[in-house]
């Protein structure tokens, strides 16, 4: 089942009670929710606290992407905060595998993502250990920029290495320029979640992602 995640980094932040609750009516399948550190990328977004103020809002699951340099340091943060998957970069950390352990012993999904520049042989070590890979379809850090096709061929390639190995369960996500034009491609590459911010927020709600699914499986 492919399921739309919006990026609630598009929202009104000072109306975020109020899109919150609009996404989940509108269909939504759950809520991408981009930390950044001003580090890891050259922006900021929210912390914990917001997760926290979120999470009694909406039934929704609450998948948080860090951007954030030793994202180690935060997870017991986010996982108490409400996480319902958290996912750390590839190369935010020295010691991945690790800090994958410590969010599964935190009782929350583990996620490993990856940047354009990475290749799927960089995770392939801890490709058992998780529940979610991402890959990047854009270089993190702001919404509404251009989707890189070139970024399929790793979707591609983790949708078979899943097919090809019986204890892999991981969900394949996309997550940057995705929109009615995008989405398509994904799916066929073997995507199963797609984040959509900027697409998302730039008209009604509900058809945008009544769109976005019907693209997802044409
Ligand atoms: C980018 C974030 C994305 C972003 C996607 O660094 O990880 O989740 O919100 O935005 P769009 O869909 O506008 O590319
Ligand atoms: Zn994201």
């Keep these: 089942m492919k399921q739309i995640a919006p990026s609630i980094l598009s929202a009104d932040f000072m109306n975020l009670q109020r ?3 609009n996404l989940e009516h509108a269909g939504a399948d ?7 550190d001003g580090m890891f990328v050259p922006n900021l977004s929210f912390g914990p606290q917001v997760v926290a103020g979120l999470r009694p809002l909406t039934q929704l699951g609450l998948d948080i992407h860090l951007m954030v340099e030793q994202p180690e340091r935060y997870i017991a943060q986010f ?7 958290i996912m750390i970069h590839a190369e935010a950390t020295q010691h991945l595998y690790r ?33 979610q890979v991402l890959v990047m379809t ?3 850090g702001f919404g509404g920029q251009t989707f890189i096709p070139a970024m399929l061929t790793k979707v591609t390639e983790l949708a078979i290495y899943r097919q090809q190995h019986a204890e ?23 995507a199963d979640i797609f984040v959509a911010g900027s697409y998302t927020f730039a008209g009604d709600l509900a058809t945008r992602i009544a769109t976005l699914k019907q693209a997802a499986h044409d």
């Design 99 to 131: 800090g994958l352990q410590m969010i599964k012993d935190a009782g929350v999904k583990a996620g490993v993502v990856i940047n354009p520049g990475t290749p799927v042989s960089a995770i392939e070590p801890v490709l058992s250990l998780v529940d």
């Design 138 to 140: 854009v270089n993190p």
């Design 79 to 85: 996982a108490e905060a409400g996480a319902d998957l």
């Design 19 to 21: 899109d919150i609750q």
């Design 30 to 36: 759950l809520l991408h929710v981009d930390i950044m």
């Design 168 to 190: 892999i369960t991981y969900t394949i996500e996309v997550d940057g320029g995705v929109n009615d034009q995008t989405i398509g491609a994904c799916a066929k590459a073997g």
